[in-house]
């Protein structure tokens, strides 16, 4: 286990376990919080990397928990407080979760008591606050926020729409739900973060619910994308012409332009991989179902991600789902570009 050596100025300035953050800037407070306190950061993947690095570079001392200890040196390198021991975030006034999956965020919070491992709503003092901002179910969210809330935590629900360039360029869009209070206390740290974010009311499993929509409206977009663009590559034409016209004219969000600019370049370098692209659309379905809302189109993307990632294409992008509907025409194509 590698040895953590960083100081923890908040210690310092707290005078037992139990001092609640009403008295820092925290839950229960109407003032944001003070810029010296120290942030956790929980899920170092490709996003959670950049958004930390990014509150790194703007003042903000992070303490980024990694399960390997290999990546200590590179997370140092960018500026973070790199550590193995989750009990490292505990004494932190928010803790941010960029993790994977539902099971992943549950460990998180809850622990693992089969492994001896403490989770944030056990650990973290009364008053601070789990700024989750992983795609989750919306009973998932409820469940954290009822245990955090059991705890005398604050939980905020601020899931994001954009790819890995995006974080690094903090262009993300952020969906926020949760006490109004503590959203404003995470207000500096999600200006650090994005380029806009939306506050959505107190209801957490809302916030998780317009991310799942919303990344399933983008992989039925792309579906449909790469259906129109199997017909023109079968009639031996190129498919610029058509992007082109379409999103200068009826179709000119940003979904149509950065995405049909992938597919005509063959670009599936992820961005976004095709297993978390299922991951999210499965969850979506279920939330419809849940209500009984039939989602027929939603089915068709789900069978076709699958299909991708059967045929091998689970590292690519989900742009990869015009190279699976160009397959499905009958074309012997192959995946070309991976930049």
Known sequence: MTQDVFETPLAYALESKTTPYEQLGGSGSNSRLPVQIEIGFVGLGRMGTAMAANLAAAGHRVIAYVRRPDRIAELTQLGLKPTTDITKLFDCAVVISM??????VRDVVLGREDLGIEGLGQGLRPGAIHLSMSTISTATASRLAAEHARQGQGYVAAPVFGNP????????YIVA???AADI?????LLDCLGQQTFVIGADPA???????LGNMMTATTLEML????????????DPKPFVDVMTSTMFGGRAHRIYGDKMVRQAYAPGFVMPLALKDVRLALAEAESD???MPSVQVVRDRLA???ARGYAGLDWTALGLVAEQEAGLQVEPRSLN
Do not use: H, M, S, W
């Open 99 to 104: 993790v994977p999956d539902d099971n992943a």
């Open 165 to 172: 360039d995006a974080a690094k360029a903090r262009q993300l």
């Open 177 to 179: 739900a949760g006490e």
């Open 184 to 188: 404003e206390r995470c207000r500096a």
């Open 206 to 212: 809302v916030a998780n619910l317009i991310k799942l």
């Open 226 to 237: 790469g259906e129109a663009f199997a017909l023109f590559v079968k009639r031996g034409l």
């Open 292 to 294: 009984g809302v039939p």
């Open 307 to 309: 299909t991708g990632i």
